[in-house]
């Protein structure tokens, strides 16, 4: 995710604002499987710090398209 930002970011295309978008959803939905699935302790630990930073990517977009657009 962090790599399509990056290219969204110098490169703007409505197209790959809509990836980011799904990728998200696709993301968040595995995510969540994961955390039901798995009782590791250290592991959904990983998985809420992973889920983070995503989230965080996420949050980045909104406003790359208030200054793109």
Do not use: W
């Amino acid at each position: 995710m962090l790599k399509n930002f990056y290219e969204l970011f110098y490169k703007f295309e409505k197209e790959k604002f809509v990836a980011i978008g799904k990728q998200r959803k696709d993301l968040v939905d595995k995510f969540l499987h994961l955390f039901e699935k798995n009782s590791s302790y250290i592991d959904n630990i990983i998985l809420y710090h992973l889920f983070t930073i995503m989230q965080k990517i996420f949050c980045l977009v909104g406003p790359l398209s208030v200054i793109k657009l």
